[in-house]
């Protein structure tokens, strides 16, 4: 009881002390200024002006290089191949010596003569043995395999010591300036791309793209899953191109010159009623939202169709999501 006593004691007395301190509130009986930062003037955001420039309009399309043509180095009459000095992904010249190929019936005069020498016993059949020889040999014909064209080894078909026909393929040669690109283009998109137009190929492997013009459809190619192949010409043709590099050709099929654009981050679209707006700063920094029709979207920019927007108007890029019509704005840095 007593403890009760003197904590009730102690609450009076602090009651007594707050009112006789005027209940926290100053002589004229306002509130009492907190001890607290004062608030910020408005929301703060980030703003970018809209800016003028040329947007591409692009279908890209999957694809890789092939070459159009290919030569191949043949036998040039039945016998043996004594050298072949190239394999597949070899670079090869013009007039290059690749290999070469001993006439079946010189080389059967030989090898006889080699073992006449091997069996000989006597002195006379020793010489006899020589002068066949000498004989075979002079007589031997070897005929050298000569690249027809420069560019890649894209087959080898037989292998030094092998026996060979007349005229057997011995190397394919993809030849070099007849590397193209072959996207695959989707058919949705054939109507919008026509030939002369540019491309840009990413290659694998490669940290420079390639340009290149659509040339049309590949001649006798046919379509699959969709798509249809386009012949796409590379200019100019890079150096150390090879056969069967995947990539991507970036076809520009229209170009927006001098239009207007806010950057990506600008953009806020409804996904149930595909309405886009913007936030721009109106009058006293306060936010104005505007429906907008954007166009063309590309390197985190968008075209601003409609309505008109002037240049260097600013628009809010960041901290505007959920802000209301006619918000204060504390623009940032």
């Known amino acids: 009881m007593r403890a009760l006593r003197r ?102 005069a030989l090898q006889g003569a080699e073992e006449m020498a091997r069996v000989a016993r006597s002195d006379r059949e020793r010489a006899d043995a020589q002068r066949a020889l000498e004989l075979a040999r002079s007589h031997r014909i070897e005929t050298p395999l000569v690249a027809s064209a420069a560019g890649i080894v894209s087959k080898r078909s037989a292998s ?21 690109f072959r996207a695959s283009v989707a058919q949705s998109d054939l109507a919008r791309v026509r030939p ?19 040339h049309g459809l590949l001649a006798g190619a046919t379509a699959s899953d969709l798509t249809t192949p386009m012949r796409i010409d590379l200019q100019p043709l890079p150096a150390h191109l090879t056969a069967g590099l995947f990539g991507t050709a970036h076809i520009v099929v229209a170009e927006h010159a001098n239009v207007p654009v806010v950057p990506e981050s600008a953009v806020l679209r409804d996904d149930v009623s595909g309405v886009a707006r913007i936030a721009t700063v109106g009058a006293g920094d306060k936010l104005h939202w505007i429906e907008v029709e954007t166009g063309l979207q590309s390197d985190g920019r968008v075209e601003i169709v409609r309505p008109a927007l002037e240049t260097g108007e600013r628009v809010v890029t960041s901290g505007q999501v959920g802000l209301d019509e006619g918000t204060a704005l504390a623009i940032g840095k």
């Open 160 to 180: 030094a010591g092998d026996r060979v026909g007349e005229d057997q393929e011995l190397v394919t040669v993809a030849v070099a300036d007849s590397f193209v």
């Open 7 to 108: 904590i009730l004691l102690s609450l009076l007395t602090l009651l007594s002390l707050t009112v006789a301190c005027g209940g926290g509130q100053t002589k004229s009986g306002t509130p009492a200024p907190r001890d607290v930062a004062a608030a910020p003037n408005g929301t703060p955001v980030q703003v970018a002006p809209v800016e003028r420039a040329t947007l591409d309009d692009i279908v890209s399309a999957p694809g890789e290089t092939a070459a159009l043509v290919e030569q191949s180095v043949r036998a040039p009459f039945a016998g043996t191949l004594t050298a072949l000095s190239v394999v597949e992904g070899d670079r090869v010249t013009r007039g290059e010596r690749i290999g070469s190929v001993v006439a079946r019936d010189s080389e059967a």
């Open 196 to 214: 002369g137009l540019r491309a840009t190929i990413e290659l694998a492997g490669s940290a420079k793209p390639v340009e290149g013009r659509v």
